[in-house]
């Protein structure tokens, strides 16, 4: 899997929603686009992770004359340039998630230990001792990029049930394995998420 994140300063917020909505429409069909996951932060901060099956695809897809269209629309209506973040360095853990997710996080950090985060998130021991202490959490993708930095976008859910579970103690293993293996990560809250899937 490849997977593409755009993150910007949004303030016309359903005039993007309403061009992501004709674009999503025209890649479900495509091959190669897997779907994508967007919303917006109570700051009117924009954000869209999109997943492809390869980096090949992403490329072919967004070479595409109707793609830079697109984009050159989309860039007029950010307040300031949005950041991309993509990465072929792709896991998951659970089931990556579900477009029937009430409420998603995305986490943006430095990762210390690349291995022992992976671990967190994908074995299969941790997985299961996380899912029992949090059923809320639906599954969640990671992404690790060339220069030392993680995204990973967390589906939930619903949000009330996500914030009475983030105020329980992990597992002291668990716990150890998070703190030693990242740093300086940014909570990025979606409220109200909306999804797209290939058809």
Not at 24 to 49: I, K, Q
């Amino acid at each position: 899997m490849f997977i593409q994140m755009v993150q910007g300063t949004c303030t016309r917020e359903d005039e993007m929603h309403s061009l992501v909505d004709s674009w999503c429409a025209t890649m479900s069909e495509r091959p190669g686009w897997l779907g994508g996951t967007y919303g917006f932060t109570d700051d009117s901060r924009f954000v869209g992770v999109v997943r492809y099956d390869s980096e090949t695809s992403c490329r072919e897809n967004c070479s595409r004359e109707d793609a830079g269209a697109w984009w050159a629309q989309a860039e007029m209506l950010f307040d300031g340039a949005p950041e991309i973040h993509q990465s072929e360095d792709v896991s998951m853990m659970l089931d990556g998630g579900s477009d029937d997710a009430g409420f998603v996080q995305v986490m943006r950090g430095r990762v210390l230990d690349a291995d022992r985060f992976r671990h967190f998130n994908t074995d299969t021991e941790m997985t299961n001792m996380l899912h029992q202490a949090r059923p809320e959490i639906i599954g969640s993708t990671l992404l690790f990029e060339p220069d030392g930095t993680f995204t990973e976008t967390i589906s939930f859910t619903d949000e009330a049930t996500a914030r009475v579970g983030e105020k329980q103690e992990m597992p002291a293993e668990m716990m150890t394995d998070w703190q030693s293996s990242i740093a300086d990560v940014e909570y990025i809250d979606l409220h109200r998420p909306w999804f797209a899937t290939h058809k």
